[in-house]
């Protein structure tokens, strides 16, 4: 399905919980975020009534978000649930890494394709004061878990912050020398709890070419411009979504834990899902794709959504 500005939307990133096992500083206040009675938030069933509604509007990918996904109970079996639906190509999950260990089996015999492991920061201590509860040693774990289930290609997720990890620029890339695995470099955005951070923490992703002159440019994927180092087994990724707006490229639509469908992560537009079925859901899918905002405004001014990032799901 097309939406009002000609975009083909068929990727959809469902959230299946607003809760986090981790405090990133970026993301969520340091008390974490009030727990919602369990009633507020959508059922694994309606999770996969609402995402096969999407499949039947044209989404061929799903990705699961938090919020931590894998603090949901019940995951692995709304995965199955998704993997059954006719129609969808891809099932991805994006996660910390902490809780792979006992989940990285569950979630592959149930069909998960795809990981991206978030990581801003290779250094123990650093880890410690940026998650406020994480601790770096079982991310590593739950990466050693995810190969051993068969996850292969995995894909790290870096927030660039000045002054907190854009000395690690060249450990994060190096990575990819050895590795068949994609280090990605996002953009810090301005929303939440970082929305009135210092303008220096806000680095362009061409920083990591200016620190890395060795990198060379590779087919795009996604929103991702992608580059390679000479000889290496992975690959390395720059998302934009500041400096250099993806919009004319998005393709996606997102859904909240509580059943908000949401058609841009910055915008305040949100569709209730929640409580419709049949054609009235895949109605609401529609108008949700067709209202999907031109472009966010972030080079103008912070972002206009008032929830937090483990809000949305990134």
Not at 212 to 239: D, K, N, S, W
């Amino acid at each position: 399905m097309r939406d009002s500005c000609g975009r083909t939307i068929d990727y959809l990133r469902l959230s299946v919980t607003d809760l986090c096992n981790y405090r990133c500083q970026y993301c969520m206040p340091p008390e974490g975020v009030e727990k919602r009675l369990h009633s507020d938030i959508l059922s694994i069933e309606e999770l996969a009534e609402i995402a096969a509604a999407a499949v039947r509007c044209g989404v061929k990918k799903i990705r699961l978000t938090g919020g931590e996904p894998l603090v949901r109970r019940g995951l692995p079996d709304l995965c199955r649930m998704l993997r059954a639906i006719p129609g969808l190509a891809e099932l991805c999950l994006t996660t910390n890494g902490s809780l792979l260990p006992q989940l990285a089996r569950p979630l592959r015999d149930a069909g998960v394709d795809r990981l991206n492991i978030s990581l801003d920061t290779l250094r123990p201590d650093r880890f410690a004061a940026m998650t406020r509860l994480g601790t770096l040693q079982d991310v590593l774990a739950g990466i050693k878990a995810a190969e051993a289930a068969g996850f292969r290609n995995l894909k790290f997720d870096t927030v660039l912050i000045g002054g907190f990890n854009d000395d690690e620029i060249e450990d994060f890339v190096n990575l990819s020398r050895e590795h068949p695995w994609e280090m990605r470099f996002i953009e810090l955005m301005p929303m939440g709890p970082c929305a009135g951070w210092d303008r220096n923490r806000f680095l362009p992703a061409e920083t990591v070419l200016d620190r890395m002159a060795e990198l060379e440019p590779i087919e795009a994927q996604g929103v991702a411009r992608r580059y390679q180092l000479p000889g290496a087994l992975g690959t390395v990724g720059l998302i934009s979504p500041v400096s250099h707006d993806f919009c004319a490229d998005c393709r996606r639509i997102r859904v909240t834990a509580d059943g908000k469908l949401k058609g841009c992560l910055h915008s305040r537009e949100e569709i209730p899902l929640r409580g419709l079925h049949g054609q009235a859901l895949e109605d609401a899918v529609r108008r949700g794709i067709l209202h999907k905002p031109e472009r966010h405004h972030l080079t103008e001014r912070s972002s206009d959504t008032p929830r937090n990032m483990n809000q949305i799901g990134g």
